[in-house]
């Protein structure tokens, strides 16, 4: 059974920086095209960045050039370093495969940006 689990939010002011890891258990992880998904109040779960096994990278517009998307594959582990954050990035951040679901969404991690 794959177990996702992320780490690694917080509250943060404007301008902040925080990075969120998720380890993944139960699958064959180097496979796979990871990704990272966003669902802030009322709205739709997104995918923000997603990054193939042999490390080529993808982003939603919202936050190209802000936010980058890493992966050690013998650590089972995915990262997402969030740079300049924005009020808007508040949202629950969750991983799982980017192209298809490797597993059931675990409890995500909690980013807040607020002054």
């Known amino acids: 059974q794959v177990q996702l689990v992320e780490s690694g939010g917080g509250l943060m002011q404007p301008g902040g920086s925080l990075r969120l890891s998720c380890v993944v258990s139960g699958s064959i992880f180097s496979n796979n095209i990871m990704g990272w998904y966003r669902q802030a109040p009322g709205k739709q779960r997104e995918l923000v960045a997603a990054i193939s096994s042999g490390g080529s990278t993808n982003y939603a517009d919202s936050v190209k050039g802000r936010f980058t998307i890493s992966r050690d594959n013998a650590k089972n582990t995915v990262y997402l370093q969030m740079n300049s954050l924005k009020p808007e990035d508040t949202a629950v951040y969750y991983c799982?495969?980017?192209?298809?679901?490797?597993?059931?969404w675990g409890q995500g991690t909690q980013v807040t940006v607020s002054s």
């Open positions: 799982n495969g980017a192209s298809s679901r490797i597993g059931s």
